[in-house]
């Protein structure tokens, strides 16, 4: 079996088994009050940590999607993560990947040595596919109905696979005609944007339908609300959950899992991977 590789302008990474990308939020929280520098300096450690525990990549993120959000301003956004972004770049060979919906942000990343963009939105806001075509960059385009703050009113589906993938693949062609090879791609079904728990099972159920789209697959459910749902934890303990689930979308054929604890999934993939190997 071929296997996928992500091509970026000084860096190639080979999917030959499942990488793990390191989520780093850059978002002010409400227990660190030692303001932007002590921030800074925060998501730059825990972003070594990340990598230091078997993530290959590492995704910044300064725009809070969590649902009911309000949209982050622009230059706040800018102020969040490029900081971040400048300080890991000196620190790190891992790739670095920007969690980000804004075509201002992404050719900013890109001119201080991002890797990659990430984009829940699929390139959607005015402008992202001429931005994302310039970086030359890899895009991960994830799929989402409406807004993450309503985005859960329209949690309906006739077909809930066959829309995700109609959808993604919509979303290939508007970036080819915007001047983005397909090479360039990685799709994401969205877990957990505008679907209930029974949409996120059967998308993981089915997440092996979505290789027909020909593209690498980069999956998300760290401490999502499925994972509550499923054992009645709070977002705190819900690292077993998490592990689990993303071994077995790594099972499924999922080349990239995005998550907060590393270094549990890591241990589980070295597990799956020495059977692997047997077979
Ligand atoms: C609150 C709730 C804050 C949910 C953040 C979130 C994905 C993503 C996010 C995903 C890709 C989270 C989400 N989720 N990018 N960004 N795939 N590609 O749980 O599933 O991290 S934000």
């Given at each position: 079996m071929p296997f996928f590789e992500l091509l970026a302008p000084s860096r190639r990474l080979l999917l030959d088994r499942p990488k793990i990308m390191g989520i780093v939020n850059v978002t002010p929280d409400?227990?660190?009050?030692?303001g932007r520098y002590h921030q800074r300096d925060q998501a730059l450690r825990h972003a070594i940590k990340l990598q230091q525990e078997g993530a290959s990549l590492l995704d910044l993120g300064?725009?809070?999607?969590?649902?009911?959000a309000q949209a982050v301003a622009s230059q706040e956004e800018m102020d969040r993560v490029l900081p971040v972004l400048e300080a890991l770049r000196q620190e790190t060979d891992a790739w670095i990947s920007i969690d980000t919906s804004n075509p201002e942000l992404m050719r900013e990343a890109a001119a201080r040595g991002a890797d990659l963009i990430n984009d829940v939105r699929a390139l959607?806001?005015?402008g992202a596919l001429e931005a994302a075509a310039a970086t030359g960059l890899p895009i991960c385009l994830m799929h989402m109905k409406?807004?993450?703050?309503?985005?859960q009113q329209q949690?309906?589906?006739?077909n809930l696979v066959a829309e995700v993938i109609a959808f993604l693949r919509s979303r290939i062609e508007a970036c080819q005609a915007a001047?983005?090879?397909?090479?360039?791609l990685l799709l994401d079904p969205g877990f957990g944007f505008a679907k209930n728990l029974d949409h996120n099972l059967t998308l993981l159920n089915q997440l092996?339908?979505?290789?027909e789209l020909g593209r690498p697959l980069l999956v998300g459910m760290s401490r999502k609300k499925m994972l509550g749902e499923l054992t009645g934890r709070p977002v705190e303990e819900r690292e077993v959950a998490s592990v689990t689930a993303h071994l077995l979308a790594a099972q499924k054929g999922a080349q990239l899992l995005r998550v907060h604890d590393v270094a549990g999934l890591k241990d589980a993939l070295s597990i799956w991977q020495a059977l692997t190997e047997k077979e």
């Amino acid at each position: 079996m071929p296997f996928f590789e992500l091509l970026a302008p000084s860096r190639r990474l080979l999917l030959d088994r499942p990488k793990i990308m390191g989520i780093v939020n850059v978002t002010p929280d409400s227990f660190s009050d030692g303001g932007r520098y002590h921030q800074r300096d925060q998501a730059l450690r825990h972003a070594i940590k990340l990598q230091q525990e078997g993530a290959s990549l590492l995704d910044l993120g300064g725009e809070s999607t969590r649902p009911g959000a309000q949209a982050v301003a622009s230059q706040e956004e800018m102020d969040r993560v490029l900081p971040v972004l400048e300080a890991l770049r000196q620190e790190t060979d891992a790739w670095i990947s920007i969690d980000t919906s804004n075509p201002e942000l992404m050719r900013e990343a890109a001119a201080r040595g991002a890797d990659l963009i990430n984009d829940v939105r699929a390139l959607s806001r005015p402008g992202a596919l001429e931005a994302a075509a310039a970086t030359g960059l890899p895009i991960c385009l994830m799929h989402m109905k409406g807004e993450p703050g309503s985005m859960q009113q329209q949690a309906s589906y006739q077909n809930l696979v066959a829309e995700v993938i109609a959808f993604l693949r919509s979303r290939i062609e508007a970036c080819q005609a915007a001047g983005i090879a397909e090479e360039r791609l990685l799709l994401d079904p969205g877990f957990g944007f505008a679907k209930n728990l029974d949409h996120n099972l059967t998308l993981l159920n089915q997440l092996e339908a979505l290789h027909e789209l020909g593209r690498p697959l980069l999956v998300g459910m760290s401490r999502k609300k499925m994972l509550g749902e499923l054992t009645g934890r709070p977002v705190e303990e819900r690292e077993v959950a998490s592990v689990t689930a993303h071994l077995l979308a790594a099972q499924k054929g999922a080349q990239l899992l995005r998550v907060h604890d590393v270094a549990g999934l890591k241990d589980a993939l070295s597990i799956w991977q020495a059977l692997t190997e047997k077979e």
